[in-house]
């Protein structure tokens, strides 16, 4: 089951793993020893941490990713965030006040959505990766077999009547809803339990 954490305005989860876990998003840049209080009062030992999944690139969703990855958190990336990992290093230069780090493209794994069921099981961990570009085109949700799907900034589903015909988002929702999910974990909207 995954663990919520929030340090900042961003929901981000660790989903344990048999030997580690992976981290679903991260805040902004300079949230890294407000996240390391908050792992710790979750109990969660940042060692631990063994992998990272952005639900996509915006600074809000990777900006201590490159800080992550200096403490030896792997970068998980699939083939859809590949060419946008650095979307928020413009941002973050103009915010000169701000300590951030960059990604370093040496050090991350890029998998497909389609065999991320495989990845995911050699880690222990029950469920799949699968793309939602209707918010930005690296967009990606992560779904548990246990029923948690974190969506990332997807927009929320009640609000899919506000949106009309908008057929990108209703095809992410779809394809959300097909997995059956007993819970939606959003990156900035409360929880949301179906069953």
């Given at each position: 089951m995954p663990i919520r954490l929030?340090?900042?305005n961003t929901n981000t989860y660790y989903v344990p793993g048999?030997?580690?876990g992976i981290l679903v998003d991260t805040d902004y840049a300079g949230t890294l020893p407000l996240f390391f209080r908050a792992a710790g009062q979750a109990g969660i030992r940042v060692e631990r941490i063994k992998w990272l999944l952005a639900t996509h690139y915006h600074p809000d969703h990777m900006g201590i990713a490159?800080?992550?990855q200096k403490l030896g958190v792997k970068l998980l990336v699939t083939e859809e965030?590949?060419?946008h990992l650095h979307d928020s290093d413009a941002i973050f230069a103009r915010e000169k006040r701000?300590?951030?780090t960059p990604v370093d493209d040496r050090r991350i794994t890029v998998i497909r959505c389609g065999d991320s069921r495989n990845f995911l099981r050699e880690l222990g961990i029950s469920?799949?990766?699968f793309s939602t570009p209707s918010h930005s085109p690296d967009c990606v949700?992560?779904?548990l077999d246990s029923g948690e799907c974190m969506v990332g900034d997807l927009e929320p589903y009640s609000y899919l009547e506000a949106y009309g015909d908008n057929a990108a988002l209703r095809k992410d929702w779809d394809t959300v809803m097909s997995r059956?999910?007993?819970r939606i974990l959003s990156a900035h909207v409360n929880e949301v339990v179906l069953k």
């Open positions: 929030r340090y900042g048999s030997d580690g490159g800080d992550l965030q590949k060419d701000l300590p951030f469920g799949e990766i949700s992560l779904y059956d999910p007993s």
